[in-house]
């Protein structure tokens, strides 16, 4: 995965507005909204891709819909999609993802998991969408736009970090699973459950994101390296006041191992220094 500085003219109708590019990211927020919950207790057959990693049919028919609906309307735009792979394009726009996160949770039919939507346009990201239908939540954001959560009713609710400042104040979001470079222990995640106020993990990496931009959570660690799971992550939480970065406090960019976020400058500091505590 490569970014570039340069952003050209992206692909698809030529009057295209960035309002009704965001109206279409949520319009696909809903649809794929609508097929989760049509096989909620029917995730079909369900195959352990990797050691503790799930993809059900569920997965890759969200994920045909998404694409299908994207290549009729935008045929230059890349597309960066979990389980059928893909490209960032260096020069153009960019579709990133993640067509049910959450799975694990989604196969027992526990309901924090989402559909993550998002738009890349160079090293931005422009328009994201996290859309939890069993919460009958959709979480938006429009680069410069602000993020919004968006209930079932369609009323739009403007999205604002919390105000903790301390570690020692703060509800922290993180999954932990023991397999390979995730280990917690070997990076400062555990010190950093040490130090807080209580610990929240949901099993939705997009979730998590939207949570903290809402003020529920107040520090967010994903500790991968998957761009579908954290780039709605990255703009829900800037345009909601928040800081993002990676976990060694440089930007998030595709390729980062982790991403970092946290509601305010202080307690990204705080937090960065206690993530380095780890063993490495
Ligand atoms: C997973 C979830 C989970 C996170 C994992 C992800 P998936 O995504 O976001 O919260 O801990 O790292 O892989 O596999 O359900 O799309
Ligand atoms: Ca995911
Ligand atoms: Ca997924």
């Given at each position: 995965?490569?970014?570039?500085?340069?952003?050209?003219?992206?692909?698809?109708?030529?009057?295209?507005?960035?309002?009704?590019?965001?109206?279409?990211?949520?319009?696909?927020?809903?649809?794929?909204?609508?097929?989760?919950?049509?096989?909620?207790?029917?995730?079909?057959?369900?195959?352990?891709?990797?050691?503790?990693?799930?993809?059900?049919?569920?997965?890759?028919?969200?994920?045909?819909?998404?694409?299908?609906?994207?290549?009729?309307?935008?045929?230059?735009?890349?597309?960066?999609?979990?389980?059928?792979?893909?490209?960032?394009?260096?020069?153009?726009?960019?579709?990133?993802?993640?067509?049910?996160?959450?799975?694990?949770?989604?196969?027992?039919?526990?309901?924090?998991?989402?559909?993550?939507?998002?738009?890349?346009?160079?090293?931005?990201?422009?328009?994201?969408?996290?859309?939890?239908?069993?919460?009958?939540?959709?979480?938006?954001?429009?680069?410069?736009?602000?993020?919004?959560?968006?209930?079932?009713?369609?009323?739009?609710?403007?999205l604002r970090v919390g105000s903790a400042e301390r570690l020692a104040d703060s509800f922290v979001g993180a999954d932990v699973s023991y397999r390979g470079s995730n280990e917690p222990r070997k990076n400062g995640t555990l010190e950093v459950f040490k130090r807080c106020w209580q610990v929240r993990s949901l099993g939705s990496a997009g979730i998590r994101g939207a949570w903290l931009a809402a003020g529920y959570l107040d520090v967010s660690i994903g500790t991968r390296n998957t761009a579908w799971d954290y780039a709605p992550t990255a703009l829900l939480v800037a345009e909601a006041g928040g800081q993002v970065s990676n976990l060694t406090g440089g930007p998030w960019t595709y390729d980062s191992d982790g991403l970092l976020a946290t509601n305010n400058e202080t307690l990204h500091a705080e937090a960065l220094e206690v993530l380095a505590t780890g063993e490495g």
């Open positions: 995965m490569s970014i570039s500085d340069s952003v050209p003219a992206p692909g698809g109708p030529a009057d295209e507005s960035p309002e009704k590019l965001h109206a279409f990211v949520r319009e696909l927020a809903q649809a794929a909204g609508e097929l989760h919950l049509s096989r909620l207790t029917d995730p079909g057959k369900i195959r352990e891709k990797a050691p503790k990693d799930l993809v059900t049919e569920v997965d890759l028919l969200s994920e045909e819909l998404l694409i299908s609906r994207i290549r009729e309307r935008y045929p230059e735009d890349a597309i960066l999609s979990e389980e059928q792979g893909g490209e960032i394009s260096p020069t153009g726009r960019t579709w990133l993802l993640d067509p049910v996160d959450g799975t694990a949770n989604f196969a027992r039919a526990n309901p924090l998991f989402c559909v993550c939507i998002s738009v890349a346009e160079g090293d931005r990201i422009t328009h994201a969408a996290v859309g939890a239908p069993r919460l009958g939540d959709i979480y938006h954001a429009r680069l410069g736009g602000g993020a919004y959560r968006e209930s079932a009713s369609g009323k739009a609710h403007p």
